[in-house]
């Protein structure tokens, strides 16, 4: 999967290979893995966890955003 963060001030990441991802949603954590079904959900405060295909992992500390899954790509906009 492929897995851009962004916030209003600049870019948060770029990601290839992601594994999965964790998000803190509104109404609680949820993950997303390879062929996830497309959705946009609410993010709230929290760690998003990103595990690449090797098993290393990264984490970003977000106060809210938005998630868009599709197609094997994600989008996520922070603040």
Do not use: C, Q, Y
């Not at 209003?8 to 594994?19: I, L, Q, R």
């Not at 999965?20 to 949820?30: A, E, I, L």
């Not at 497309?38 to 090797?54: E, F, Q, R, Y």
């Not at 868009?68 to 603040?79: F, G």
């Amino acid at each position: 999967m492929h897995l851009e963060i962004i916030s209003p001030e600049k870019s948060e990441g770029s990601f290839e290979n992601v594994k999965s991802v964790v998000f803190p949603g509104k109404d609680g954590s949820f993950g997303v893995l390879e062929n996830h079904a497309p959705m946009v959900a609410l993010l709230s405060h929290g760690t998003i966890k990103i595990t690449m295909n090797d098993n290393s992992v990264h984490t970003i500390e977000v106060s809210s955003g938005i998630a868009e899954i599709k197609n094997n790509r994600i989008t996520v906009i922070v603040k």
